[in-house]
């Protein structure tokens, strides 16, 4: 039976950018993993291809072995690939996944439970750390953007054989069968398969992780997604696609490419710098290909000088491998999704002992991925044996997301005993601007109701005062501009200034909200914040404000907490 394992084989490049839009910081890592040098020499060499030879391959282990085979002819000649026969060209397949689960990432990956093996026991798959990486959880959506530039496949020729010196381990004393000893020698030296055939060009991936809020805000952006799989034809369609999930969002970007040298592999901090990536890959590729995926075959397809050896033990170790990686998969997932509840509390919606609960399930969990990864890293090393361990059980479910509140008053981080309060007109100004103040009795405070964004665009929202039955609404022109004032918004221009987007609050404290003005309206974004500028009227509260500069300086004071009345 012929296996086939799609696999990234050369040298990679991997690069590792986490991004946060909206002038929040920009972090860009480089990571550089090292690969084992038999690894590394299939990416060199690529115009005499005097490399290849039918290396020998460790399937459960996803590691290359010795040279076992041979070209035909007599001798020991070097196996030297023919191209296989023109397919059609060069193949570019452009992509976006949605990933609900780590089996998810593995299989767009083409990733296996061997390359878990390889990883867990040698280390050095950049791509298997970056998926590794990849943490899903009910406040994020991830997808999966991916390139492909495939170039026709290189070949073994027909007549290869075993080599000379090889052939003794495989045929026994005076006509006996081979014993363990030279079977396991053999094992050794070869592997289990030879590489059969191999693919030049590269592949390029950018994991995009969307942050959300609630459950309803997560199908919304899900719903951009025509079904799970969405294929685009150029990065203009990927742009355009992206910018209608991402825009509005707090976005985290990772990246793995392959193929490609120079400008065309610096990592990116933003999607528009992917969609300029993937513009660019295929010259990038064509101009300085790799080997990024191989065909293992068995060595049973090759004329055996004994007809007793079995490599079953092989294929049995590789069919509980995958029952161990189904299980390792859901583990991490599992605590991913434990790790974000305790991470985020005010987002779930929690009993009395249900932080307890998760935090003894977490660590079931951790000790379960530990047993998992022990025993897939035995199955990597020693095929024979091989066996799904037992893990602990675990009854904890991960709590569903809150809903958003729906009547609640605002106070300011900065100043958690200042609330936003109602105020008269301010000089100058039309309509009543609303200010904060210290409180000291809550039957005073303005109490908003949360309600559906006013000019209906998804995920945005408005504040109505229960006290003046108006909207929160941003004022832009002069006298008073950028100040916040209760209005009845009518045309579409004050239905999109009186609608919100909410966020985690730009100080990244637990707990706290940052409220961002619907659609550019200045091409700036645009923050609910405490005004850091004189007061424009007599009175001694300061009034509410938009801020789009400096920041850093602004964060706590553009971060609130949402009190539910």
């Not at 530039?149 to 290189?154: E, G, Y």
């Not at 938009?546 to 553009?558: G, I, L, Q, W």
Request: with cysteine.
């Amino acid at each position: 039976m012929n296996t086939f394992i799609l696999k990234g084989r050369a040298l990679p490049l991997l690069l590792l950018s986490a991004c946060g839009n909206f002038q929040t910081p920009t972090v860009t890592d480089t990571l550089e993993t090292p690969v084992p040098e038999a690894v590394g020499e299939l990416s060199q060499n690529l115009d005499t291809q005097g490399f290849f030879e039918a290396r020998g391959y460790f399937q459960n282990n996803d590691t290359v072995a010795g040279d076992c085979v041979a070209g035909p002819g007599a001798g020991d000649p070097a196996v030297v690939p023919v191209q296989a026969p023109n397919a059609g060209g060069q193949q570019v397949v452009f992509s976006l996944a949605l990933l609900e689960s780590s089996a998810d990432v593995h299989s767009r990956l083409s990733l296996d439970a061997s390359a878990s093996a390889k990883f867990l026991v040698a280390g050095g798959d950049a791509k298997f750390q970056f998926a590794e990486a990849t943490g899903l959880s009910e406040t994020k959506v991830t997808l999966l953007a991916a390139v492909s530039v495939r170039n026709n496949a290189w070949t073994v020729p027909p007549g290869i054989k075993f080599r000379t010196d090889v052939v003794p381990m495989l045929t026994g004393v005076a006509g006996a069968a081979p014993t363990d000893a030279q079977l396991q020698r053999f094992r050794q030296r070869c592997g289990d398969g030879f590489l059969h055939s191999y693919v030049t060009g590269g592949e390029y991936y950018a994991m995009i992780q969307v942050e959300t809020q609630t459950k309803a805000e997560t199908e919304s952006i899900k719903a951009h997604i025509a079904g799970n799989y969405l294929t685009f034809s150029a990065s203009a369609d990927f742009e355009k696609t992206m910018s209608k999930i991402v825009s509005t969002s707090k976005t985290l970007v990772r990246t793995y490419q392959i193929g490609g040298e120079g400008t065309t592999t610096s990592p990116c901090s933003d999607v528009q710098c992917v969609a300029k990536r993937i513009d660019e890959f295929t010259t990038a590729v064509t101009a300085k290909p790799v080997v990024f995926a191989t065909e293992v075959k068995p060595y049973s397809l090759l004329k055996m000088p004994k007809d007793g050896t079995k490599l079953i033990d092989i294929s049995t170790a590789r069919d509980q491998m995958e029952l161990i990686n189904r299980q390792r998969d859901s583990t991490r997932d599992l605590i991913s999704r434990f790790g974000d509840v305790l991470d985020n509390p005010s987002t779930y919606v929690l009993g009395a002992n249900t932080l307890a609960s998760i935090g003894t399930a977490l660590n079931t969990a951790n000790d379960n991925l530990n047993t998992l990864n022990t025993a897939l890293r035995s199955c990597g090393r020693t095929p024979t044996g091989c066996k799904v361990p037992a893990i602990k059980s675990i009854a904890v479910t991960v709590p569903g997301l809150k809903p958003m509140p729906t009547r609640v008053a605002l106070r300011s981080y900065a100043k958690p005993s200042s609330y936003i309060l109602d105020a008269g007109s301010l000089s100058d100004c039309d309509n009543p601007f609303l200010r904060i103040s210290a409180v000291e009795n809550p039957d005073s405070l303005e109490p908003f109701r949360i309600v559906p964004g006013l000019n209906g665009a998804p995920r945005t929202f408005s504040f109505q005062s229960e006290i003046a039955q108006k909207h929160m609404s941003v004022r832009l022109e002069s006298p008073c501009v950028r100040r916040v004032k209760l209005t009845v918004p009518r045309s579409e221009v004050e239905k999109n200034r009186a609608s919100f987007y909410r966020e985690r609050g730009l100080n990244g404290r637990p707990n706290t909200w940052s409220f961002r003005l619907y659609g550019n309206p200045s091409g700036e974004e645009l923050y609910l914040t405490r005004s850091r500028v004189s007061p424009i009227s007599v009175t001694a509260h300061p009034e509410l404000s938009v801020a789009d500069e400096d920041m850093d300086a602004f964060k706590n004071d553009a971060s609130w907490y949402m009190d539910e009345l």
